[in-house]
């Protein structure tokens, strides 16, 4: 079944461009022209991925994905106005996976999204022995899991690389920049302040869950998985 996307923009001509550009690459859309609508759709349908417009009238963008995130971890890409950081850290901080800046290329957020998808949606299931534990902190890749003393701790697509990341060798510090290569490639330009972001999101999602110890931040050095040893 091809991956069913909800495209959440008020200008019915971005709607319609995206519309074509995602059933060109074979994934299924449905739209939404407000926030209102898109909550509506959201809670009617399970949608692999939401495409949202931060600058929509009377509920914006950040406000639609403060309510997904309270009931569904569905990743979520923002379209922001060109240029206009301030929103785009705001949106990655609410739980967002990615973001575009209009005007965009329709070719750019395909691919955008196809990345997003491949790393939310594992193909196959996990080998035997693939979870992975550190103190009270249980990461399970292949099913996108992750759990607290046993309790289910809700992470965004890019929250999960990065503790996956960490917990690879959690006793090993991972430079910045080694991070942010093995998250979004080598030829992307991640801000500080977007990993950031992603990160403090990752520490506040724990420490809520009863581990607050499991990331820690070496100045100047890197980051590392903590002893996780739980409240």
């Known amino acids: 079944m091809s991956p069913r996307i909800l495209v959440v923009d008020d ?8 519309g074509i550009a995602l059933g060109r690459a074979g994934l299924a859309v449905a739209e939404a022209g407000d926030g209102a609508a898109a909550l509506a759709a959201a809670r009617g349908e399970a949608f692999d991925l939401v ?6 009238p009377e509920m914006d963008g950040r ?3 403060r309510e997904l995130r309270r009931t569904s971890d569905v990743p979520v890409i923002f379209l922001t106005a060109e240029g206009d950081e301030i929103d785009r850290v705001v949106g990655l901080e609410l739980g967002a996976d990615d973001y575009v800046a209009k005007p965009f290329s329709p070719r750019e957020l395909v691919a955008r999204i196809k990345a997003v998808l491949k790393r939310s949606r ?3 299931a996990p080998e035997p022995g693939g979870e992975r534990r550190r103190g009270v902190l249980a990461l399970d890749p292949g099913r996108h899991r992750v759990t607290v003393r046993g309790r289910d701790v809700v992470l965004t697509a890019r929250e999960m690389e990065l503790l996956a990341k960490l917990m690879e060798r959690p006793e090993h510090v991972v430079p910045r920049p080694a991070l ?3 998250i979004w490639g080598t030829n992307v330009n991640v801000s500080d302040r977007t990993m950031d972001s992603h990160l403090r999101n990752l520490r506040a999602k724990l420490a809520e869950a009863g581990c607050p110890d499991a990331v820690e931040t070496l100045h100047g050095i890197g980051i590392r998985m903590g002893p996780c040893l739980g409240d």
């Open 122 to 124: 594992p193909e196959a």
């Open 63 to 65: 406000e639609v994905c």
């Open 11 to 18: 200008d019915p001509q971005i709607r319609e461009l995206v």
């Open 51 to 56: 495409v949202l417009d931060i600058g929509l």
């Open 180 to 182: 942010v290569d093995a």
